[in-house]
């Protein structure tokens, strides 16, 4: 493979601490949600939630090469991607994530091509094959675990 970009960022105190990219334009404070014993209403995010804003974000770039070279409307498309955490049973913990596409005015078939075909272009997708449950759906339609 032939690296195009690398990011860089550095994380000091884990889920109660602060991550920085090393050209500067990331810094964030880290803190556990709740659900996970951290507190109520502090201001900062947590791994899941810059995952999922990664992983949307690269999966919303994918639908749009795709649905490009297929000649599908994409103007007012949109990729939610929502990632679960938690124990897997075996002693460790995982994730699990669902990605929603809108596509607005795509008819059903269009949409299913477009995502299925984005989720094998997408590298987040890619990277976490075979180890992560990845639920897909195009405009409100459940398409199954890709």
Request: net charge negative; charged share 25%; glycine share 12%.
């Amino acid at each position: 493979m032939k690296i195009l970009y690398t990011a860089e960022a550095t994380a000091e105190g884990g889920r109660d601490g602060r991550t920085r990219s090393s050209d500067g334009r990331l810094d964030l404070r880290t803190v556990a949600p709740p659900e996970l014993g951290g507190p109520d209403g502090t201001d900062g995010t947590n791994p899941e939630q810059l995952f999922a804003a990664g992983y949307a974000s690269c999966f919303h770039s994918a639908v749009k090469l795709v649905a490009e070279h297929r000649k599908v409307e994409h103007a007012n498309s949109s990729v939610t991607a929502r990632v679960g955490f938690g124990p897997t049973g075996s002693g460790g913990f995982g994730l699990e994530v669902a990605l929603d596409v809108q596509l607005p005015g795509v008819d059903a078939e269009a949409a299913e091509k477009v995502v299925r075909r984005a989720h094998r272009h997408c590298p987040y997708s890619n990277a976490v094959k075979d180890n992560v449950e990845v639920a897909l759906s195009a405009n409100g339609t459940a398409l199954g675990e890709a």
